[in-house]
């Protein structure tokens, strides 16, 4: 992966009110888990950011993008480690967690993230929608994880033959209509097709430019802007190969 170089800062937007200490305590106990398993709720458990792994924890937006470009190289060279799965850290698990990488991407069975880039337990925090489409619950979501628990990296992941893609194109080409909700997937695609291609073609550039305005709008967000102007956050695009199991930036 060319993950050696920086995300490119968007410009800075002013946040609004930071949430008080005592809120965002509150939010990181409900929605990371207070309870300890066969122990009912505990009391002074282990605040997110403490949960142990038995790996050093990527504090910035580079160490966080070398280590899922290693991990991918695992992966793609069938050497996978499997990493933080053994009973200790899942114990750990139990009253915190404190991920590393946000990978929002595509709901296709051939590409999950924890997979693609040989992670384990409490190492990533996924999020994943068809096409990689937002919405209020995927913003929301996404927002969680960098406001919440501090992760420095977001990794928008398209790949090849993306079925949604390819519907949308479809579905633009030939006036069609797709079935139930699946219509609101294509429609929200449908701005990033690239008209200038035919066939295949235009399939495979509309991938590469559907990532690429759903990072724009990630960082755009001025919540997530805000740390991007200061290093703290990287949102970046990428796209993994289905054919050679590597996944590669995209700038």
Known sequence: MNFDRRAGHEPATPAPARTSPARRALLRT????????????????TPASAAARRRPRPSTPEEALRELAVGNRRWRTFREQHPDETPD???????????????????????????????????????????EVLDEAVLGSVAYGVLELDIPLVLVLGHQSCGAVKAAV?????????????????????????????????????IDANVRAVRSRLAGEPDLAAKVATGDLAVVGARYELTTQRVHRLT
């Open 89 to 131: 850290v899942r114990q750990s698990l139990t009253s915190g967690q404190h991920p590393f990488a946000l990978v929002l991407g595509c709901i296709d069975s051939r590409v999950p993230p924890e997979l693609v880039f040989d992670q384990g337990l409490g190492d990533l925090m996924t999020v994943r929608s068809a096409g």
């Open 170 to 206: 479809q579905a633009d080409q030939n006036g069609g209509h797709l079935p139930a909700h699946i219509q609101y997937i294509a429609d929200q695609i449908a701005p990033n097709i690239d008209r200038t291609k035919e066939g295949d073609a235009r399939v495979d550039a509309t």
């Open 30 to 45: 409900g929605l990371t888990g207070a309870a300890v398993l066969g122990t009912g709720v505990a009391l002074g458990a």
